[in-house]
């Protein structure tokens, strides 16, 4: 199965499916990714994109299980009798609204969803590193199942510009334009909700103020600082056999330009 895949399609298209299998197995590790969620990726000069199957465990994914669906969310290569998750229009709908988005990953986790549950503390970026969330972090209003292209460009509609949201009583959603940087940004965002509940347990928060985020902004080099984190985290992943060894030429960072 592996070898009829990597015959077949690009070493792009293989690159991305080995980072997005990483992605979702390290994320799961995170406990950011749970039982249920996904991870995907635009295919280049296709209008197309890679995303794991609705049933395989997230903590097993491998780069051949993938599918192949375009853009209006229906499988059109993959393991056959497989199928796209139900919420695959949460995908789909955000590649069509967000051209500079090329990576996407949508889960549950607990604690950060508990923000779009309570009025007086809103999920706002505290940390320095929140700083990518500076321009706001809307709660999509409609915790519904993202089941349908319609309910798909409302959440498109609810995100705008920004990079992150939460689905009222649901999960999140977080978009980037790489897998590495993806992985960056679902770690970081959950350390800011992670401190923000922990310091409104203990006090008043002081929060960085929009100056400092934005002085922190423009010296951080986001694609140097996810080229850090993504070494980091694939190479613990490797050391620990989170990651299977075969996977490394695909993981490795080549050319940081080419990002
Ligand atoms: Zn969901």
């Known amino acids: 199965m592996h070898g009829q895949i990597e015959s077949k399609t690009t070493d792009v298209e293989q690159r991305l499916r080995h980072e997005i299998a990483a992605v979702t197995r390290l994320l799961v590790s995170e406990r950011i990714l749970g039982y249920s969620g996904h991870v995907s990726a635009r295919l280049p000069n296709r209008d197309a994109i890679l995303i794991q199957p609705i049933h395989h ?7 051949e299980y993938l599918l192949v669906c ?8 993959g393991p056959k009798g497989e199928r796209p998750p139900s919420e695959i229009y949460i995908h789909t709908e955000l590649y069509k609204a967000r051209a500079d988005v090329n990576a996407i990953a949508h889960y549950h986790h607990d604690l950060t969803t508990t923000f779009s549950l ?6 706002r970026p505290i940390k320095n590193h929140a700083v990518r969330w500076t321009s706001g972090i809307p709660i999509h209003p409609d915790p519904d199942h993202v089941d349908t292209q ?25 978009v ?61 992943g490797q050391t620990d056999g989170l990651l299977p ?9 080549k050319d940081s330009r080419s990002w």
């Open 57 to 63: 465990s997230r903590a097993e994914m491998r780069p």
């Open 70 to 77: 375009d853009m209006d969310g229906r499988m059109i290569e």
């Open 118 to 123: 309570v009025e007086d503390v809103p999920l």
């Open 150 to 174: 319609e309910q798909g460009r409302a959440l498109a509609g609810t995100l705008g510009l920004h990079h992150a949201l939460v689905i009222r009583a649901h999960g999140e959603v977080v």
């Open 176 to 236: 980037a334009e790489t897998l590495p940087a993806l992985l960056m940004d679902c770690i970081h965002f959950t350390e800011n909700a992670e401190a923000l509940y922990h310091a409104s347990l203990l006090g008043r928060v002081a929060a960085l103020t929009a100056d400092e985020l934005s002085r922190f902004g423009q010296t951080l080099k986001r694609t140097k600082h996810s080229i850090k984190l993504w070494t980091y985290y694939v190479g613990r």
């Open 245 to 253: 060894k075969d996977w490394g030429s695909y993981l490795k960072i």
